[in-house]
């Protein structure tokens, strides 16, 4: 080629790589744009009249705190029927779950990692990353991501509030499953499975741009609203999914399946709490959870969130978060911000009874976080310790 065409040809492509770099500075001033008129615009109240039923709905529906063990129990069993009908859990297939692609395996520092695709009913796919320990066979975790870029904040090295909890755990010993659940990482098209680790510390640095699964994200709303429109519920699909990988990772040789665990931040923090009402297979789980609700608080709709979709019915019973008091005898180590524990503390009180009318007080622990919103590592690893190992 001639040096004139060379130059020629090399002054394109530093043009449209401007062109394309100024594209993506623009998109992301937009989109920082509209998150900022977002979250400055008030939320619609609800309508006087909507409130007033909604609370006479959530009255009715108040079930007192029982009084013994049997009548704990009895309570127990009623709600996690009312809940798998909340969740519409028939309306998901009785599928046995498979391998559908072996990607890649690596080495992170004493631990195997391997990137795997499950398929957890037909046609859909669910990517993971599964930590295989130094020894085993060993007890199962499964980590939960809240909202942002799923598996690749728990199971990476990148800086984020899940604190690469996967590896840790790993290390400690741990077989491990972090996955990108329905609308989360990888089952967007945000996140690659070959995305470089500093590309991906970019996405979970920019909260907008890489929280792929925030309430507010076109994505994250177009799921929960089709969910709803085929007759299953976002949460169910979380619930379902969660099911499924416990199952197929339960029966692999590097994996004691009578020794199963969940941790979750967030989202994941409830969606925890609700396997371990429902799946008799958790023994052990942690929720990093921002806040649980006073049992005296009526509940509210904040109408600019799309959350209250993702169980409808859930609200006339004063939201999913009311359940959380029949967690026992399941050993569960809520994670919290220090001031939350303290604004939650009649509801923590009524978990705590609960225990104590079964006789497993130590089985419960309320944990101030070690950073706000962050999975404290140190009192997660020890407590699956105390009760998986």
């Known amino acids: 080629m001639r040096p004139y065409f060379r130059r020629t040809a090399h002054g394109a492509v530093c043009l449209a790589a401007a062109l394309f770099l100024s594209s993506c500075a623009t998109f992301r001033a937009e989109r920082a744009d509209r998150f900022e008129k977002y979250s400055n615009t008030p939320a619609v109240p609800i309508l006087e009249s909507n409130q007033k039923l909604l609370d006479r709905l959530i009255e009715k529906n108040a079930v007192p705190n029982p009084a013994n063990r049997d009548e704990y129990f009895k309570q127990k069993e009623k709600t996690v029927q009312v809940l798998r009908e909340l969740f519409r859990l028939k309306a998901y297939p009785d599928f046995k779950p498979r391998l559908h692609r072996y990607i890649k395996e690596e080495k992170v520092g004493a631990v195997t990692r391997r990137l795997l695709e499950i398929e957890t009913e037909e046609g859909f796919y669910i990517p993971v990353y599964y930590f295989i320990p130094e020894w085993?066979?060993?007890?199962?975790?499964?980590?939960?991501?809240?909202?942002?870029?799923?598996?690749?904040?728990?199971?990476?090295?990148?800086?984020?509030?899940?604190?690469?909890?996967?590896?840790?755990?790993?290390?400690?010993?741990?077989?491990?499953?972090?996955a990108d659940f329905r609308g989360f990482g990888a089952t967007t098209g945000w996140i690659r499975h070959d995305e470089p680790l500093e590309e991906l510390q970019k996405k979970s640095d920019d909260w907008f741009i890489g929280a792929v699964g925030q309430d507010r994200d076109p994505i994250y709303q177009q799921n929960v609203v089709f969910t709803n429109l085929i007759g299953r519920t976002n949460t169910g699909n979380f619930l379902y999914d969660a099911r499924q990988l416990i199952s197929y990772f339960s029966e692999l040789m590097e994996v004691d399946g009578s020794r199963i665990g969940v941790g979750g931040i967030s989202f994941g923090g409830k969606i925890v709490i609700l396997l371990s009402l429902i799946d008799e297979r958790i023994k052990a789980a942690v929720s990093s959870t921002s806040s649980i609700p006073s049992v005296k608080r009526s509940a509210r709709v904040n109408t600019k969130l799309v959350r209250v979709h993702e169980t409808p019915g859930a609200l006339q019973y004063g939201g999913i978060q009311r359940f959380y008091k029949y967690t026992a005898p399941v050993p569960v180590l809520f994670d919290m911000n220090q001031e939350r524990i303290e604004e939650a503390k009649p509801v923590i009180k009524v978990i705590e009874n609960n225990y104590s009318l079964i006789g497993a007080e130590r089985r419960v622990s309320f944990h101030a976080r070690e950073k706000p919103y962050t999975f404290s590592v140190g009192a997660t690893i020890d407590w699956f310790k105390r009760w998986l190992m």
């Open 136 to 178: 085993f066979p060993a007890p199962l975790i499964l980590i939960v991501p809240g909202h942002g870029l799923g598996k690749a904040q728990a199971g990476t090295l990148i800086e984020s509030h899940q604190n690469s909890i996967a590896i840790r755990l790993a290390e400690a010993g741990f077989a491990v499953v972090a």
